[in-house]
């Protein structure tokens, strides 16, 4: 008999009242809606023509620093965004179109990208 232990006060048959109750209970989840920072490496490629995931920043909201690959990215809207993992400030914007793309790095006091040796 394995499975979920009981919750107190949810009961299992799906006709029960405690049902619904438990399927919000399992439907709040704590999977993160965002990627790490690498599901952003090929935008930032494309835009710095060198691999991004290890350039470094540090958060205008709370002076953490991280490296790109570190950021939760953003991918479901109409653009990119990434936010700081320490305080979720708005790190960096990037919007394509099919002739321009739009960069918003406003919450990065500075961008640091290492040279190829």
């Not at 006060?9 to 709040?28: H, I, K, Y």
């Not at 709370?62 to 950021?71: K, N, P």
């Not at 700081?84 to 918003?104: A, Y």
């Not at 990065?108 to 990208?113: F, M, P």
Request: net charge negative.
């Amino acid at each position: 008999m394995g499975g979920t232990p009981p919750v107190a006060g949810l009961t299992s048959g799906d006709d029960s009242p405690g049902a619904s109750a438990q399927s919000e209970v399992n439907s709040m989840t704590l999977t993160p809606d965002f990627l790490d920072g690498n599901a952003a490496a090929g935008d930032l490629e494309s835009l710095f023509g060198t691999d991004m995931t290890m350039a470094s920043g540090r958060c205008r909201g709370c002076g953490e620093q991280m490296m790109l690959a570190q950021t939760h990215a953003y991918l479901g809207g109409p653009g990119m965004v990434l936010r700081c993992p320490g305080c979720d400030s708005v790190l960096l914007r990037l919007v394509r179109s099919p002739t321009q793309m739009w960069l918003d790095a406003g919450g990065l006091d500075y961008v640091k990208i290492p040279t190829p040796a």
